[in-house]
């Protein structure tokens, strides 16, 4: 049998005294995390969420985890069987060791073996009293330094009463207490009315929400209610489930990530892109590329993808909207070999499936990205796909921010695109995040002599001074070509531009290269 992987400790400080007590670790990646290390030892926790969000797989993580430490584990279920929880161990790839005994509650009707009569308890001939008698004989027998009690809300029901119930999980509490286990309760919420006596007992709640939107997969996530004496990280954190069990991805705190690292300016290779901009962009900078659909944004920050991997540095593109076998043949046409470079190593390339992600998953493949891979320029393209993952638009702007700070402290030069509504005159668009980035590049359609042709502005530059001008660029069969400014000519970001000085049109007429 072989255990989730546990996640590495984030640098989350952790300053509460019970920091250097011995912890219970859970075994789901990126949970033990938001729970600064995992759980206390010999305290009695809460996991509390609807049908279906997760609590027997991390359930199963808790004990399969102690049992790879040497540690005995009991599941009490009072709801599913001893099959069905092994059933659902092995879709994981887990087998349930001999460290762990399941006890099953059921009712009499769904046992059909005969030979199992002695090892199982009828819950609903029984009552309260009773059913904690035999667990107390079980957890006697046994001696389990982790206990899993599968649900409180069979519990609850026998209690047939709010101030019985919590006595009864008071009792409980410090039986266990004084039989040194760990145990994490299992409350499903099916009740009518939802008792909170448990939150007042239990020594830490966690909450589980699935969330269904309007289209694409559930979203699910995860927030810690409490946590006595210890610090954790707070808030809301997506996480999932596949094969192999859960994967929490804690909240990113850029605030937790700072890397000493050298600022340079990084030049794209085109020499009139670089003098628009001042001689290049930044290490450590984010530049935002706002434009109406085709006007070459992809183009202009695959220019610093190719710069990049020319100075033997590796580079990420994480791709929204456009599919990946279209930009591959795209751009290989104009000289391009992006797809050469991902096989080599220099380049990762992730198709990203706006429908299918959690704004927490999308946070920790970048992140992996720039850890890992060691990537020093990322593309995002384009934020109007990474919104379609947000719940709101708050939300949005509140994660391109820790994760712009996260890459900016990192040193890495992040490139983010922007499709602006609309094709020339006054555009839209979706989200106002030009604050955030520290270079802002325009790019605009403009009529001229019968033609629909682009310009590009650079309108903000945080880390140094840059050019007032615009100019023409064209999008030719060898890539991206910058010309002059464009100084005869008045009213270009408007769409339809009049000459400054009589009819001069030489600058729009000519090959802008």
């Not at 006595?167 to 008792?195: G, M, P």
């Not at 991902?342 to 999308?362: K, W, Y």
């Not at 005869?488 to 970001?493: D, E, T, V």
Request: hydrophobic content about 40%; proline content about 3%; charged content about 25%.
């Amino acid at each position: 049998m072989t255990c989730p992987t546990l996640s590495e400790p984030s640098k989350l400080a952790m300053a509460a005294p019970s920091d250097s007590l011995d912890k219970a670790m859970l075994g789901v990646q990126g949970l033990d995390d938001v729970l600064g290390g995992g759980l206390r030892r010999e305290r009695l926790y809460l996991m509390e969420g609807n049908p279906g969000t997760g609590k027997t797989t991390i359930a199963l993580q808790f004990l399969l985890a102690g049992a790879e430490l040497g540690e005995r584990g009991l599941y009490i279920s009072l709801s599913e069987t001893h099959e069905e929880l092994r059933e659902t161990a092995r879709s994981h790839g887990w087998t349930i060791s001999d460290r762990i005994t399941v006890y099953e509650v059921i009712p009499p009707e769904s046992v059909l073996d005969a030979e199992q009569q002695q090892s199982l308890l009828y819950s609903s001939d029984l009552e309260l009293g009773e059913t904690t008698r035999v667990i107390f004989t079980q957890v006697e027998a046994i001696k389990p330094a982790r206990i899993v009690l599968d649900s409180l809300s069979e519990i609850r029901l026998l209690a047939a009463g709010s101030l019985r119930y919590r006595r009864q999980i008071l009792a409980l509490k410090h039986y266990f207490a004084r039989h040194d286990s760990t145990v994490l309760l299992l409350d499903d919420l099916t009740a009518e009315a939802q008792d909170k006596a448990v939150h007042s007992i239990a020594h830490a709640v966690i909450r589980l929400e699935e969330l269904a939107p309007d289209y694409g997969a559930e979203r699910r996530r995860l927030r810690v209610v409490k946590y006595r004496g210890q610090r954790f990280r707070g808030g809301y954190h997506d996480f999932t489930i596949t094969t192999g069990g859960v994967q929490v991805f804690p909240r990113l705190v850029s605030l937790e990530h700072k890397t000493a690292f050298v600022r340079s300016q990084i030049k794209s290779g085109v020499t009139e892109l670089d003098a628009l901009l001042g001689g290049g962009v930044e290490t450590g900078s984010s530049t935002l590329i706002l434009g109406p659909a085709g006007t070459g944004k992809s183009l202009l920050a695959i220019q610093y993808v190719l710069a990049a991997t020319a100075r033997g540095e590796k580079a990420a593109m994480f791709v929204f909207d456009e599919e990946l076998g279209v930009m591959l043949e795209r751009t290989r046409a104009m000289g391009f070999d992006l797809a050469g470079l991902r096989d080599a190593g220099a380049l990762t390339i992730n198709q990203v499936d706006a429908a299918e992600l959690s704004p927490g998953e999308f946070a920790n493949l970048v992140r992996r990205q720039v850890d890992e891979a060691q990537a020093k320029t990322v593309v995002i393209d384009s934020l109007n796909g990474y919104q379609a993952a947000m719940p709101q638009e708050n939300a949005l702007i509140l994660h391109v921010h820790e994760l712009l700070q996260y890459l900016n402290r990192q040193g890495v030069t992040t490139f983010l695109t922007v499709a602006q509504h609309g094709l020339v005159g006054d555009m839209k668009s979706p989200v106002d995040v030009t604050y955030l980035a520290d270079t802002v590049v325009l790019l605009r359609y403009f009529e001229a002599l019968g033609q629909v042709r682009r310009a590009i502005s650079a309108v903000k530059k945080r880390t140094g001074a840059h050019e007032n001008t615009i100019r023409e660029y064209r999008i030719t069969a060898s890539g991206l070509r910058v010309g002059e400014p464009l100084r005869s000519f008045q009213g270009i970001l408007r769409g339809v531009p009049t000459p400054i000085r009589g009819d001069d049109t030489s600058l729009l007429d000519s090959d802008p290269a």
